[in-house]
């Protein structure tokens, strides 16, 4: 097939659906905006600045369920849905969405195990020879202790399924993994807690890579860093995410093949030998240690916020690359390009987060988005008034890029404080690895 017959078929794409309602999904959003052939992009549900940006809706069906959705897809003749969260990947809404015919970028449930259980990740990985930490899994709590006492270290602890990021304990001492087991089964996390995987605990910086795939083939994305704790200094509770930046410096192009080989292909080449046609995004956080790089974790989807600093990189071919994946044919799509600048993001939470985020306070923006320069909208709502108001712990992220890292942190943080509400908290050291100031 010539080239021109590929772009005109991918052209095709005009309406494009997405699931979620974060700053991801606001991102993605924004990015899918800029290409021209693309009508209209409904969010679902979305949050209080879906709308911010040209051609993007919020749609929010009266219920949330998967046959209204569906139906709402087929209602509005959506070309590509592409599903932001992991819950309903999990939940196998593409493998639905599927069998009504529709066209989705994101796994299937099956393929969604890789983030919906780290016991079967693990075993992914150790069956295709993908370095990561040595581990013990168990489904009881008596035999969890006793792995501990045998190893006689202390161990990192985590609940098997998904907890919404808080089911890791990162413990310093014997004593900490035994509570941390405990906190397991005491049934903290819900259903996460059937099974509990102990880790070998690892050291590091971490770094996350990330793969779009159409089941068959590839395509790899600059890596990105992000910054989990609440505090500076990455002190205090694990959070979703309060800050990222793109590309990482940690990893060179030298380095991001070389792992490509090492990590995602053979990912998807496991996955592939389940007979799982894996469509959307392999997340790989890894972890340089001093003996190699070993994998952390896998997501099904793109991180959050790692996704809102790599958006503004991506060039207009994302949307067709995106069509092409979940349609099967990335050898149709056209090439993908980055910009070549630094892209930084700072999250800004809401009082109380990531414990008990307090909801329905004001929020005053006095910032536009353009080109180097984005805010992406997560727990916020437009209230009966027309006022944004928060509704979530991270509320929104301020997004810019520069030629260097310093510059375009410094246009984010000089940024930020045009924004305000109640109890707004944001990190003010993100990007402390690639900054001079
Ligand atoms: P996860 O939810 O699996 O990404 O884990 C959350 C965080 O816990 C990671 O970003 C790491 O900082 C830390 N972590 C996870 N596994 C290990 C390990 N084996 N050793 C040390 N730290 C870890
Ligand atoms: N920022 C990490 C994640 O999305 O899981």
Redesign the pocket.
Known sequence: MTKNKNHEELSELKRVLIIGSGGRENSIAWALSKNNSIEQIYVCPGNGGTANFEKCFSLKPKSEDEKTIIFECQRLKIDLVIIGPEVPLADGLANKMREAGLTVFGPCRDGALLEAS?EWAKALMIENNIPT?RYWSTGSEEKALEILQRFNQPL?I?ADGLAA?K??T?CETIEQSKEAIKEVFSGKFGCAANKIIL?????GP?VSIFALCDGEKLIVLPPAQ?H?RLLEGDKGP?TGGMGAYAPALLINEKDLKDLTELVLIPTLNGLKRKKINYIGVIYA?L?LTSSGPKV??FNCRFGDPECQALMPLMGEEFASVLFACARGELEKAPKLSFASSCSACIVATSKGYPESPKKGDKININVESNSSLQVFHAGTTIDESENIITSGGRVLSVVAQGESFDEAFDLAYSNLKKINFDGMYFRRDIGYQVRDN
């Not at 880790?199 to 050291?203: G, L, Y």
């Open positions: 780290k930490a990192v985590k990021g089911g890791v990162v880790e070998e605990k690892i050291e971490e992000d989990k694990n956080g972890m952390i974790e």
